[in-house]
């Protein structure tokens, strides 16, 4: 079975300041883990993901994510946040292990809200 | 490439009624895969077509239905419409197994 947890509802942090939503996970084997973003009245938008390789992984708008197998975590961070970046974040899984099911698993999403 | 279509943007409907939501996916995608999204529930995956055959199922009634066409093009339908039915419904298509899925920007449903 694969699951993620988004422990934050809300993260507020000041503009300019350095950022960071949390991730965990649970999967039976190695972990294909993705973020997303959604801003008001849009689809979710691919930011990065990690399949594996090197445990820093970038993305666009100058986010990035680091895998961290000991800790199942997947938190992504930004060095310096900006008003435009307050949106709703999902967090994702799929455990490759799990047969024929390829649907990948959505955490319930963290509303960043960056203060100018 | 021209993104995730959905159409139409808003729905208004009333209890009992039923409705259909379309959705094109990026060219050359040909898993197509349904979510409802909602304040208190998040994001619940419905189901996934893939070449014309529905491979994935998540937990709702029989009341929600899809369809995938040849040409990748898919289909949702909810029939017997509840209040609770009342979301955001959103599409996603992705060109393999170990790729993100691209998502249109949703068909909102409003039940009255």
């Known amino acids: 079975a694969q699951s993620v947890a988004q422990p934050e509802d809300q993260v507020n942090v000041a503009e300019g300041n350095p950022l960071t939503v949390k991730c965990t996970y649970s999967v039976s084997g190695n972990p294909y883990l993705f973020w997303y973003v959604q801003y008001p009245n849009r689809g979710l938008q691919f930011l990065l993901k990690y399949i594996t390789g090197d445990n820093l992984v970038k993305g666009s708008y100058g986010f990035e994510a680091e895998f961290n197998k000991s800790q199942t975590s997947f938190h992504l961070k930004k060095p310096s946040a900006l008003v435009s970046d307050s949106a709703l974040y999902f967090c994702?899984?799929?455990?490759?292990?799990?047969?024929?099911?390829?649907?990948?698993?959505f955490g319930r999403g963290t509303s960043l809200i960056v203060h100018p | 490439k021209a993104g995730v279509t959905q159409t139409p943007r808003y729905l208004i409907k009333t209890r009992g009624q039923q409705v259909t939501l379309s959705c094109s996916p990026i060219s050359g995608h040909r898993s197509v895969s349904w979510y409802q999204q909602t304040p208190g529930q998040g994001l619940q995956f419905l189901f996934e077509?893939?070449?014309?055959?529905?491979?994935n199922k998540g937990n709702f009634p029989g009341r929600f239905s899809g369809r995938q066409f040849s040409n990748s093009r898919s289909e949702m339908n909810v029939s017997t419409l509840e209040l609770g039915d009342s979301a955001l419904y959103l599409c996603?298509?992705?060109?393999?197994?170990?790729?993100?899925?691209?998502f249109g920007d949703g068909t909102r449903l409003s039940i009255l």
């Open positions: 996603a298509s992705r060109e393999g197994p170990n790729q993100p899925q691209h």
């Open positions: 994702a899984v799929r455990d490759p292990a799990s047969g024929g099911s390829y649907i990948p698993t």
């Open positions: 077509y893939f070449s014309e055959t529905q491979r």
